[in-house]
């Protein structure tokens, strides 16, 4: 699991996200910068959780909802002047890629449950 790209990508978004959350000013960190940190901690929490279970479909999919959340937090964070241009850039790179990684397991899978192959998905 700790291997895994989608468990490091989430890892470095949640040290990048806890410290820039914590210097929101303080009308702010209170709402936006907990709502922020949570939404993370709940994205992490959800891929934990489809780790560990056998039908991982429902896990994954309120990972991905945590994830929406996450960048719709940070959009507003940056609406706000939160955080900078540049900083708003690099959080939004990490939640593509965790994002695309995040999917490609969704549709892993989603082959899984109905027992088809790249082969036959390929097939005429």
Same mark, same amino acid.
């Given at each position: 699991m700790a291997?895994?790209?989608?468990f490091a990508r989430c890892h470095d978004l949640i040290l990048w996200?806890?410290?820039a959350t914590v210097r929101?000013?303080?009308h702010y960190r209170a709402a936006l910068g907990? =709502?922020?940190?949570? =939404?993370?901690?709940?994205?992490?929490?959800?891929?934990?959780a489809a780790a560990?279970?056998?039908d991982k479909r429902q896990a994954l999919q309120a990972a991905d909802e945590a994830l929406h959340e996450l960048r719709l937090l940070v959009r507003q964070g940056r609406d706000l002047n939160l955080i900078t241009? =540049?900083?708003h850039e690099h959080a939004a790179r990490m939640l593509d890629e965790i994002g695309r990684l995040?999917?490609?397991w969704r549709k892993a899978q989603a082959r899984a449950a109905t027992g088809s192959t790249e082969?036959? =998905?390929?097939?005429p």
């Open positions: 291997d895994s790209p989608l996200i806890m410290p929101y000013p303080r907990k =709502a922020t940190q949570e =939404a993370a901690l709940r994205l992490q929490r959800e891929l934990v560990r279970r056998r241009a =540049a900083q995040l999917g490609g082969h036959d =998905a390929n097939s």
